[in-house]
C-alpha cells in the first residue's frame, strides 16, 4: 500500500511537470543604465576555496565579495554561530565587501582562529551564502629525536628503510639524500615508494658506502627536516673488493644466492583502494628478490587506459589523472625474474563526492509568470538535495502559496511583487557537498531602449543587414518595426525580426534606404528608437595585382585600382606577408600602384592590397618572386684524361629562382691567344659533368658560364691546365681557288688553317695544279704562305687544283680537285646591229647580234647596255644625262631584251657591250629613239593656302614631270563627316590655272580633295589633301577688324580721350599753382636743358619734388609743386601776369654763352607754350 501511495505520487509530480507553462526567465542585459536601476538580490562574486590552508607567518585573509543593488552588508558564521567581529580587534572587514582580515602584529595566536567560517551577504531582497570555509594553520613539527643503530643485512637480501616523516598540514614532500647532500641514485632495484619509505629490491655489498637520509620539505614555511641517518653494513660470504665492481656484474665471482620475487609492499596477494571521482590514482608494487624483478601491470576484464595511464618509478606506480567511475575495477601487478613469478591484485573502488548535474541558475520575472529552479547533482553515494531560502531551511521559512517544492526542483506559478529572494541548494554525501546561490527576482519595469538615439547605419549593396534595436522591459515588451513611419510591423519576405529586436534585411537595395522605427510595447508602457539606413555601393578592386617575377635591380609595379560608393572615402593600405608594409625612402605608392625599384631579394613575398571604406573592404595578393642571375659554378675539377678528351666537373651555384638552363664552357690556351676566353661548347642546364671534345697540341684551362631567364653568372674560378698531345692536321684548307691576276698567270689561294687545327708545330702546305684534260704531270709546291702564282700560262686555260697541311706529326688528308682557270684578256669582238622595237612611253624592246664565245678571251658574263636620256620634247623641261647600265645575259643567235623604267615623251640614246670578269669589249652601235607621250605625274604641291568664314582658297604647282604636253587640271571634293562621305562634285582648270576659290555653304564642313594633271594621254596619278576641320585650323584667315566700321569708330573715340586727358594734365601742371614773384634771377636752368641718354628732354629737376616758397595748398590742403616755375624761364620782370599771379604769355629762356655752345639753338621754346597758344 505504501508503495503504491509513492508510485502516485510521483505519477501526479511527473503529470504536473508536463503540463507546466513556464515563461522564458527574462534575460537582464549588462547596460550601465539597466544595472544602476535594476533592485536586485545579493550575489556571491568571490569566496576563499572550501579547505583553506593558510601560513602561520602571515595575516588572515578570507574572502568575501558579492554584488547586488541596494549594496549587500555582511555577516560571518564561525563554527555554526554569529561571529562577533566587532569584539575582536584583530579582526576587520573590508569596506564595501565581506572579507576578514585577521592580523598579528598586536600578537595572538593563529591556530586560535580556526575553524568552519561561512559568509553572509544581505540586502532587502534576500541572503547569499559562502561555502563553509574549514580554515587551518600550516604546521612544520620537528622531526623527533631519535638514535638509529646500523642496520645490518646480508648481501642479496630486501631491505626497507623506513622514512615516517613528522605529520604536517599540508603533508610534506619527502626525497632521500647522503650526508654529502647528494640525492641518492634511484633505479629499478633501490627506488622510494610512495609512502616515503626507501626500498632495496636486494642489497649489493657496496650500499654499505653511504649513508642514508630521509629528508621531508613542508611547502608552506619553505623548510626542510631531516632525519638522523642511516648507517648500512652488508655482510658477504667472501670478501670485497669495491675496486673490482662491475655494473654488469655488481657481484663479481662472489657467490650470492639468488632469490624468488616477494612483494615489499604491498603485502599480501591481494588489496583494496578508494579513489575519489577526478581525483589522481595512485596503485604502487615494489618487489624483492635476486635478480631484480620486472613489474608489469594488467586489468582484469579490460585493458587500461592508454591515455590516462602513466607508469612511474620505474614501473613501480600506475598513475591515472582524474579518475572516471569506469577506472573501477581489478589491477594486477606482476613481478617475475627468472626464478618465478609473483601476482598482486588491487581491487580499485570509484566514489565520489557530490558533482553538479544541473546547477540553478538566477531567476528574473516579471508579475504573474511562472518559473522554476532546478538542482540535480550526483555522486557515489547518491548526494541529499536540501534547499535553503535566504540562508534558512525551506521548511522553516514563512509559507509561500506560490512556491512548491518537488525534490530537486522550486516551481513557481503567478510569482508576485515583494516574493524576490535567494535560494541554496546544498549537495552533500559523506565524501563533501556542493552549495549553490540562484535568486528569483520579480521585476516589473517600462520597456527602455538601450541603443544610441537615430542612428546612422551605412551597408553595402546586396549584403544581409541587421538593424540593432537593444531594449528591455519586464515583462519582456513586444517589439515591432515600421519604415518611413508607415504601414504594419515589418516581419516576413524580406525581413525578419529576432527575439533581441534585431531586424534582419535579407539582401539590401536601393530602395530600402529610409528611416526604420523600432516600437517596444508591454502593458507598463511602450518605447521607441529610430535608425537610418544609407545603401552604398561596395568597394571593388577592378584591377588586382598580379603575380609577377622581377630582375633583381629592375622595378617591381603591383597596380590596385577600387572603386568605390561615391560618398565613402576609401583607402588602400599595402601588407607584405600579412603585416604592414612600411614604404620608407625605396618604395613608392600612389592611388593606383605600389612600386618597388631596384628590387632585391628581401622585397619577395606575398604583397596584399587592402582597400577600406568606413563599412567594408578588400583585398588582393600577388606574389612578387625575385630572379636574379645565377652564382658561377664552383670547385671545377679535371678527370678521365684522355688524347683528345677530359672530362669537366663542377658544382652548381644557386639558381635565385630562376632554373639554370645552360652551361657555357669557355677555354683559354697559352699559345696562340693567350689570356683570350673563348667558347668550347654548351651543355643542358641539368648536367655537371661532362666530357670535353678537344683539339690536339693546345694547353688548356677550362671555366664554365650558368645562363637562366635572367642571364649568365660571372665566370667561374679557372679549372687546372690540362695539355693535349700533338698529332698530324686533321682539318683541309679551305677556299682553294685558282684565276688570273693578269692574261698570263693563275694566282693559287686558299685560307690558312686554324690555330686550333694546327694539331703540332712547323705547320706548312703542299699544293698541286696542272692542265685539265692535257695528261700533265702534277705539278707541287710546299709553302708556309697561302698562295703561289703559276707565271706563263695561256689565255683562260682551265687547271686541276689539290692541297694538303702537314706538320711535324704527318700529313693531313687531301683536298677535293678543284677547277681554276688563267687571268682573262679584252673581248676582240663587239655586239652588232643594236635595234630597237616596239617603242612605249615607258618601255623598249631592244635587238643585236651576238659575239662568238671565243672572242670574250675570259669567262662570258653579259651583254651590258649602257643608256641615257639625252632630252625631254617638253620645252623648256631640264632633265639629267646620266648614264645607267642594265645587263643582259643570253647565249641565243637571236638575243633580244626589254628596257622599262624610262620616262615618257622623251629622247634616248644607247649602246652595248660584252663583259668578261675584268674587261669590256669596244662598244656597239649608237641608237637613238624617242619614248611616247604618257599620263602626268602629280601636282608638285597641293595645299590649302586660306580659310575664311566661307572661302577656301585652294593652291598647287605644275608636275615635276608633266610626261607630255598638260592640257588642264582636274579637281574632285566631297564633304567628309566621320565615316560618311557625300558625293563628289567635279571641276576642271586650264594648264595655266594654278588656285582655285571654293565657296562653302557651311563654316564647319570638312572636305577631301583629289587634284590631278591632264595630258592627251589622260589623267595623271592624284594628289589627295583634306581641309582640316575650322577651329582646328591653324591657317584660317580672320576677319580683318581693322577694316570694320565699328573698330574705326572705337579707336577714334579712344584717340580722342586721351588726347583730352593729356590736355588736362598739362593745363593742370601749369595753372594748378600760384607764382610769387621772385628776387633772384639766375636759377639752374637744368630742369629745361638737361637731356636723357637717348636725346628726349627731361623736364623733372630735384626742384620738382620739394614745394615753392610762398605757394598756396590746393583745396584739398595738399602742398600743389610746380611744375614750370616763371623764374626758371626768364628773367621774372617782363611777363604778364593775371590777378591771380599766374603767367600769360609765352616762355623764353636766354642761355649764357658757355651753356648754348654746345646747342642747336640759344633759344627754345616750352612745350607749355604749344598747349597755351591752343587754348
Not at 561571529?83 to 580587534?89: A, L, M, R, S, V
Not at 667472501?238 to 603485502?267: I, M, Q
Not at 603767367?1143 to 636766354?1150: A, E, L, M, P, R
Request: proline share 7%.
Amino acid at each position: 500500500m505504501l508503495w503504491q501511495d509513492k508510485h502516485a505520487a510521483l505519477t501526479f509530480m511527473s503529470l504536473l511537470l508536463l503540463l507546466w507553462q513556464e515563461a522564458a526567465p527574462i534575460e537582464v542585459p549588462e547596460d550601465p543604465k539597466i544595472q544602476q536601476d535594476l533592485k536586485q538580490p545579493p550575489t556571491i562574486m568571490k569566496q576563499s576555496v572550501k579547505n583553506y590552508i593558510v601560513d602561520p607567518r602571515d595575516n588572515i585573509i578570507i574572502e568575501c565579495e558579492a554584488k547586488g543593488n541596494p549594496v549587500p552588508t555582511f555577516s560571518w558564521r564561525r563554527n555554526g554561530k554569529f561571529f562577533n567581529i566587532g569584539k575582536d580587534p584583530r579582526v576587520t572587514m573590508r569596506k564595501r565587501s565581506g572579507t576578514l582580515e585577521i592580523g598579528f602584529r598586536s600578537g595572538g595566536r593563529p591556530e586560535d582562529y580556526e575553524g568552519e567560517y561561512q559568509c553572509f551577504a544581505t540586502n532587502d531582497f534576500g541572503v547569499s551564502l559562502s561555502n563553509k570555509i574549514l580554515l587551518r594553520v600550516s604546521k612544520a613539527p620537528l622531526w623527533p629525536k631519535e638514535v638509529l643503530e646500523p642496520v645490518s643485512v646480508t648481501e642479496g637480501s630486501a631491505l626497507v628503510l623506513p622514512c615516517n616523516p613528522p605529520p604536517g598540514l599540508p603533508p610534506p614532500f619527502t626525497f632521500w639524500m647522503d650526508s654529502n647532500m647528494s640525492p641518492i641514485p634511484q633505479d629499478k632495484r633501490v627506488s622510494m615508494g610512495l609512502n616515503g619509505d626507501l626500498y632495496f629490491s636486494n642489497v649489493l655489498a657496496q650500499d654499505a658506502n653511504t649513508d642514508y637520509s630521509c629528508k621531508a620539505r613542508f611547502l608552506f614555511t619553505h623548510t626542510i627536516q631531516e632525519k638522523n641517518p642511516y648507517k648500512l653494513k652488508v655482510q658477504t660470504k667472501e670478501p670485497y673488493n669495491d675496486t673490482s665492481y662491475n655494473a654488469s656484474e655488481p657481484h663479481g665471482d662472489r657467490k650470492v644466492a639468488e632469490s624468488t620475487p616477494t612483494f615489499l609492499s604491498p603485502s599480501g596477494s591481494e588489496s583494496s583502494k578508494m579513489v575519489l571521482r577526478d581525483e589522481q590514482l595512485l596503485l604502487e608494487c615494489i618487489a624483492a628478490g635476486l635478480p631484480t624483478p620486472i613489474i608489469k601491470w594488467f586489468k582484469k576484464g579490460g585493458e587500461l587506459p592508454g591515455q590516462k595511464v602513466k607508469f612511474e618509478n620505474f614501473n613501480k606506480t600506475l598513475k591515472i589523472v582524474s579518475v572516471s567511475e569506469e577506472d573501477a575495477g581489478e589491477y594486477v601487478c606482476m613481478a617475475n625474474n627468472h626464478l618465478g613469478t609473483i601476482r598482486h591484485s588491487i581491487f580499485v573502488q570509484v566514489k565520489a563526492a557530490p558533482y553538479w548535474l544541473h546547477k540553478p541558475s538566477d531567476q528574473v520575472l516579471a508579475p504573474e509568470e511562472n518559473g522554476r529552479l532546478v538542482c540535480r547533482a550526483n555522486g557515489n553515494p547518491k548526494p541529499r538535495i536540501e534547499w535553503l531560502v535566504n540562508g534558512q531551511p525551506i521548511e522553516s521559512s514563512p509559507t509561500n502559496p506560490n512556491r512548491q517544492v518537488l525534490g530537486d526542483t522550486i516551481m513557481f506559478h503567478s510569482v508576485q511583487i515583494g516574493s524576490s529572494a535567494v535560494y541554496q541548494c546544498n549537495a552533500s554525501n559523506e565524501h563533501g557537498y556542493l552549495l549553490a546561490n540562484a535568486f528569483v527576482n520579480v521585476l516589473d519595469l517600462p520597456p527602455r531602449m538601450l541603443g544610441p538615439k537615430n542612428q546612422l547605419i551605412k551597408v553595402i549593396k546586396n549584403n544581409r543587414t541587421f538593424l540593432d534595436c537593444p531594449f528591455f522591459g519586464s515583462p519582456l515588451p513586444e517589439l515591432r518595426w515600421f519604415k518611413n513611419g508607415q504601414g504594419s510591423g515589418l516581419d516576413g519576405g524580406q525581413y525578419r525580426v529576432y527575439i533581441n529586436g534585431t531586424l534582419e534585411i535579407k539582401r539590401a537595395r536601393a530602395e530600402d534606404e529610409g528611416t526604420y522605427t523600432c516600437v517596444a510595447s508591454s502593458i507598463l508602457g511602450k518605447a521607441e528608437n529610430q535608425v537610418r539606413l544609407e545603401v552604398k555601393e561596395p568597394t571593388r578592386i577592378i584591377q588586382a595585382p598580379e603575380h609577377q617575377s622581377a630582375i633583381r635591380g629592375s622595378t617591381a609595379r603591383f597596380t590596385c585600382r577600387v572603386t568605390s560608393d561615391p560618398s565613402l572615402p576609401v583607402s588602400v593600405a599595402w601588407m607584405k606577408d600579412d603585416k604592414p608594409l612600411y614604404l620608407g625612402w625605396r618604395l613608392k605608392k600612389d592611388d593606383e600602384s605600389l612600386s618597388i625599384p631596384n628590387v632585391n631579394e628581401g622585397d619577395e613575398g606575398t604583397y596584399t592590397c587592402t582597400a577600406k571604406s568606413e563599412i567594408d573592404q578588400l583585398s588582393a595578393s600577388a606574389r612578387l618572386t625575385v630572379l636574379a642571375r645565377p652564382d658561377p659554378p664552383m670547385d671545377l675539377d679535371l678527370s678521365d684524361p684522355a688524347a683528345r678528351s677530359v672530362r669537366l666537373t663542377w658544382i652548381p651555384g644557386k639558381e635565385h629562382r630562376s632554373p639554370i638552363t645552360e652551361f657555357l664552357v669557355q677555354f683559354e690556351e697559352d699559345r696562340w691567344e693567350p689570356g683570350r676566353w673563348q667558347n668550347l661548347s654548351s651543355y643542358p642546364g641539368d648536367l655537371n659533368s661532362v666530357i670535353l671534345q678537344l683539339a690536339p697540341f693546345v694547353n688548356y684551362q677550362f671555366r664554365v658560364i650558368a645562363i637562366n631567364s635572367v642571364g649568365q653568372s660571372d665566370p667561374s674560378r679557372p679549372s687546372p691546365r690540362y695539355k693535349t698531345t700533338g698529332a698530324a692536321p686533321d682539318a683541309i684548307p679551305k677556299g682553294l681557288r685558282g684565276w688570273g691576276s693578269r692574261k698570263d698567270n693563275m694566282e693559287i689561294t686558299w685560307e690558312p688553317l686554324l690555330d686550333l687545327e694546327r694539331n703540332g708545330p712547323n705547320l706548312h702546305y703542299i699544293v698541286w695544279w696542272r692542265r685539265k684534260d692535257a695528261e700533265e704531270e702534277w705539278n707541287n709546291l710546299t709553302t708556309v704562305g697561302t698562295n703561289h702564282v703559276v707565271h706563263n700560262t695561256e689565255i683562260y686555260v682551265p687547271y686541276e687544283l689539290k692541297i694538303q697541311a702537314r706538320n711535324e706529326f704527318g700529313a693531313g688528308p687531301e683536298s677535293n680537285l678543284v677547277i681554276g682557270y688563267s687571268g682573262e684578256d679584252k673581248p676582240t669582238d663587239a655586239p652588232t646591229d643594236l635595234r630597237v622595237s616596239k617603242v612605249d612611253s615607258t618601255k623598249v624592246i631592244i635587238h643585236w647580234n651576238p659575239v662568238d664565245l671565243n672572242s670574250v678571251q675570259g669567262e662570258f658574263k653579259e651583254y651590258r647596255l649602257y643608256y641615257w636620256r639625252e632630252s625631254s620634247q617638253v620645252p623648256g623641261l631640264v632633265v639629267s644625262k646620266e648614264k645607267k647600265v642594265k645587263g643582259f645575259y643570253s647565249t641565243t643567235a637571236k638575243p633580244s631584251g626589254m628596257l622599262s623604267d624610262l620616262a615618257p615623251y622623251s629622247n634616248y640614246k644607247m649602246f652595248m657591250v660584252v663583259a668578261n670578269n675584268r674587261f669590256e669589249s669596244q662598244p656597239s652601235n649608237t641608237v637613238a629613239f624617242t619614248t611616247k607621250e604618257g599620263v602626268p605625274d602629280a601636282p608638285r604641291f597641293f595645299k590649302i593656302n586660306r580659310r575664311s568664314l566661307d572661302t577656301i582658297h585652294l593652291e598647287w604647282a605644275k608636275p615635276l614631270e608633266p610626261n607630255g604636253i598638260l592640257t588642264g587640271y582636274q579637281l574632285k571634293y566631297q564633304t567628309v563627316n566621320g565615316s560618311k562621305v557625300g558625293p563628289f562634285q567635279l571641276e576642271t582648270f586650264f594648264p595655266n590655272v594654278t588656285e582655285f576659290f571654293l565657296r562653302v555653304p557651311d563654316r564647319f564642313s570638312r572636305y577631301k580633295f583629289f587634284l590631278s594633271a591632264l595630258t592627251q594621254v589622260g589623267k595623271g596619278e592624284d594628289y589627295a589633301e583634306e581641309s582640316p576641320h575650322f577651329t582646328n585650323e591653324a591657317y584660317i584667315d580672320q576677319v580683318d577688324i581693322a577694316t570694320q566700321g565699328w573698330f574705326i569708330g572705337l579707336m577714334c573715340a579712344i584717340a580722342l580721350i586721351i588726347l583730352i586727358l593729356l590736355i588736362v594734365c598739362f593745363i593742370k601742371r601749369s595753372r594748378g599753382g600760384k607764382y610769387p614773384v621772385r628776387d633772384k634771377k639766375d636759377l639752374p636752368l637744368d630742369a629745361v636743358d638737361q637731356k636723357d641718354q637717348d636725346g628726349s628732354f627731361d623736364y623733372h629737376s630735384d626742384e620738382d619734388n620739394k614745394p615753392l616758397q610762398g605757394s598756396q595748398t590746393s583745396l584739398d590742403g595738399n602742398v600743389k609743386e610746380s611744375d614750370d616755375s616763371l623764374v626758371d624761364y626768364g628773367e621774372g620782370g617782363d611777363g604778364q601776369f593775371n590777378e591771380d599771379g599766374s603767367f600769360i604769355g609765352q616762355y623764353t629762356v636766354k642761355k649764357d654763352k658757355d651753356e648754348t655752345e654746345g646747342n642747336e639753338s640759344s633759344e627754345a621754346t616750352s612745350p607749355v607754350n604749344a598747349i597755351y597758344s591752343l587754348a
